[in-house]
């Protein structure tokens, strides 16, 4: 199986896997405020991976993954984690 070593991925992410994730959250959130690395953490929050796999698979520690969920929230209006994907989804 490979893996993206050149994106700073510290797992062995399908290289396929990870170009699906980026290819449908550009598509999905290209309207939206929000910045380029927390349309790849919704890319993955909206395929249901964990926040410890996300943490893991963009290199992010999760202070720095949490500060980027908080911001997402505020400009996607949310109160919950919940809310958030559920916002997430309706973006598509």
């Not at 790849?40 to 893991?56: H, T, V």
Request: hydrophobic residues 40%; charged residues 25%.
């Amino acid at each position: 199986m490979y893996c993206i070593t050149c994106c700073k991925i510290s797992t062995s992410i399908p290289v396929f896997e990870y170009a699906v994730i980026q290819l449908i959250s550009a598509m999905e959130f290209k309207n939206e405020e929000l910045v380029e690395r927390e349309i790849e953490i919704a890319g993955y929050l909206i395929n249901g991976f964990s926040l410890k796999y996300i943490s893991q698979a963009t290199g992010l520690n999760k202070k720095l993954l949490s500060a980027h969920l908080r911001n997402m929230m505020k400009k996607l209006k949310s109160e919950s984690m919940t809310e958030l994907i559920k916002a997430l989804g309706r973006t598509k």
